[in-house]
């Protein structure tokens, strides 16, 4: 009966950004947060596994920020604790340190079997957390798994690259990322919502982890953000005119002769 | 910090490799350093030389049997022993997939910083790296900077444009490759599209969305790919919920930047735009006036799909009769 540590991210809800016009800047603060889509699919996998196998499932967190709006939905979802590393001197942590500290943390959780996170996050899209956590314990990763299968100790998945699917195999404990096609993350019903209200979440500080301060935050990272700005567009918009399809693809194949796109 | 010396370049994607010698370039001209690049295979034969010749300085060259198919758990364990002996001061990876876990796991065994899908790279005033990829979904660009050394880079394919060769000399030196026991055992590989020309590579790509009714009515936008010399491409509900096609351009898809994009019945949801937008020239048809496509667009179409594409076609083949 596997034990499940599924990595999620409280992350900004991207689909809501604005940039100030003016200076280009994003504009972060207020931006709703939200758990991060594809940890939703590791969660929802670490779930469906539970379900057949047994075993137990639970969340790790880390953030300056609170998140327990977040955990509560995973454990509604069907995670059976949720840990909670919540520190400001998290701050300005690249994955470096955040890897650092949830490899930490995982420690602490102590034994497992499989952790899950998303192939990437919905904000960063990095997709370091998992391989870099994989390292630090000293486990194999297996990263953009399509699916999933345990038998025994050992766990298979079908990964999702640019040009092939690659089934890999491994022993457990491993770390795994997932990818949004592995499955549809549950709505969780009103009930399970209720029943989740019950469940414990543990919050840590970094010294509760044995993490100092040296290792998180800016000090502990190896990038540093300098700048974000909305990408530049600089595009024409301009509009094809015409009175039928006809004169309209007349007029635009006209405009990308012009452009030097296509050829004459 | 100072002992840290060199740019190097892998990707397990030749052709992806050649193309980081092209950023790598002013980097090493800048610190006044060499570029190396770190080539593992199997038969190699002449690909040193031709390194060196499209700008490396130096290239560590590994040749083995098992070294095939590059697989990453091998070649993380043999660049990471060559970057712990030689201390380079970048390493920029083909921020592939599987690069991207390779970068990621190599940072960490080197306990370093990574920033993934870099599509600028600069050395700043204090000769520090400095690099710009997109995130939040393609709303927002990132300059970072490293506090830690070697910098690591995963860098997007087609950010740089593959060098030129010319004569010019490099020094090859033969790394002994002794392959360990890998803990992740691939059982089986199934190519998703092999023959075909890769969409990345295409110089006009006509994308469909969800205004595409049925999968026979992309019959039209084949067709005017195909008078264009082009290939199609699509949004990721085709993909994903209609199952008509196994990839998508886009943010967790392919990112294309061809010299033609034409977006034939898509919304321009900011996760399909991430993957198009360096696009040179981009064409919208929509039959909605108010669609999020025509922000991004050069040339805005207001009409429906299944009458202006073939009116294209029509023209195209008028044209060149
Ligand atoms: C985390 C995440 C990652 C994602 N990654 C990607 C990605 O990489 N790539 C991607 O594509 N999507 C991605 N998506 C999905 C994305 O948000 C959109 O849902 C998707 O791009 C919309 O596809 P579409 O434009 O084809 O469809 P729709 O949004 O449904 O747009 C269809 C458009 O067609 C127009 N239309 C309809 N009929 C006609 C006609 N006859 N003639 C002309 N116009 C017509 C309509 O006006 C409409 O604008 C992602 C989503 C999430 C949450």
Redesign the pocket.
């Known amino acids: 009966m596997p034990r499940i540590i599924v990595c999620l991210k409280q992350a900004l809800d991207v689909?809501q950004l604005k940039a100030d016009p003016s200076s280009r800047k994003l504009v972060t603060a207020g931006v709703p947060r939200k758990i991060s889509?594809?940890d939703k699919n590791a969660l929802e996998e670490a779930v469906s596994l539970k379900e057949k196998l047994g075993g137990e499932v639970v969340t790790i967190t880390s953030s300056a920020e609170d998140a327990k709006t977040s955990i509560r939905e995973a454990l509604a979802i069907g995670a059976d604790k949720g840990y909670f590393v919540n520190d400001e001197g998290l701050r300005n942590s690249c994955t470096l340190a955040t890897s650092h500290v949830l490899a930490e943390a995982i420690k602490k959780i102590g034994q497992f079997d499989l952790v899950l996170c998303g192939e990437a996050s919905?904000d960063g899209f990095s997709a370091q957390i998992g391989p870099r956590v994989a390292e630090i314990l000293g486990i194999p990763v297996l990263t953009y798994a399509r699916s999933i299968t345990v038998q025994g100790d050992t766990v298979t998945a079908e990964r999702s690259l640019e040009d092939r699917y690659e089934t890999v195999r491994t022993k457990m404990p491993a770390v795994i990322t997932v990818t949004?096609e592995i499955n549809e993350p549950r709505i969780p019903s009103l009930m399970a919502i209720m029943k989740a209200s019950k469940k414990e979440i543990v919050s840590w500080r970094l010294a509760d982890i044995s993490v100092p301060p040296e290792k998180a935050g800016e000090q502990g990272s190896g990038v540093k953000i300098m700048d974000v700005s909305a990408p530049k567009v600089e595009r024409k918009k301009e509009t094809i005119q015409g009175e039928s399809p006809r004169e309209i693809a007349a007029n635009l194949v006209k405009a990308l002769i012009q452009d030097g796109v296509i050829g004459r | 910090m100072n002992d840290h010396k060199g740019v190097w370049v892998f990707s397990e994607n030749y052709e992806l490799m050649l193309e980081l010698l092209a950023g790598g370039r002013p980097l090493a001209a800048s610190l006044k350093t060499e570029l190396a690049a770190i080539l593992m295979g199997s038969q190699l034969n002449d690909r040193a030389t031709e390194l060196v010749r499209h700008g490396a300085d130096k290239v560590y060259s590994m040749d083995n049997p098992d070294l095939k198919d590059c697989h990453t758990e091998r070649c993380l364990s043999l660049l990471a022993k060559l970057a712990i002996e030689h201390k380079p001061e970048i390493i920029l990876i083909g921020s592939t997939k599987s690069g991207k876990e390779l970068a990621s796991r190599l940072a960490a065994r080197l306990e370093t910083g990574c920033t993934p899908d870099c599509v600028q790279l600069d050395i700043n005033g204090q000769g520090t790296l400095t690099t710009k990829r997109v995130v939040y979904?393609g709303n927002a660009v990132v300059t970072a900077t490293y506090l830690k050394k070697p910098q690591i880079a995963a860098v997007l394919p087609r950010a740089f444009e593959k060098p030129e060769p010319t004569e010019r000399k490099g020094h090859v030196v033969t790394v002994d490759v002794k392959i360990e026991k890998s803990a992740v055992e691939i059982v089986e590989i199934n190519e998703i599209r092999a023959a075909e020309v890769k969409i990345e590579e295409a110089k006009i790509v006509i994308c469909?969305?969800?205004?595409?009714?049925k999968k026979e009515d992309f019959q039209p936008l084949i067709e005017l790919a195909n008078l264009l010399g082009g290939q199609v491409g699509?949004?990721?509900?085709?993909a994903e919920d209609r199952k008509w096609f196994t990839e998508?351009?886009?943010?967790?898809?392919k990112k294309i930047r061809p010299a033609l994009y034409m977006g034939?019945?898509?919304?321009?949801?900011?996760?399909?735009v991430?993957?198009m937008r360096d696009s040179q020239v981009v064409v919208a048809?929509?039959?909605?006036p108010e669609?999020a496509?025509f922000e991004v667009a050069d040339y805005v179409v207001v009409?429906?799909?299944?009458e202006?594409v073939p009116a294209i076609a029509e023209q195209l083949r008028k044209q060149l009769s």
């Open positions: 689909s889509d594809f919905i949004r | 979904s469909g969305g969800r205004g595409i009714d699509n949004t990721r509900p085709l998508w351009i886009g943010l967790s898809g034939c019945g898509i919304s321009g949801m900011i996760q399909h991430a993957g048809i929509n039959k909605d669609a496509i009409g429906n799909l299944y202006i």
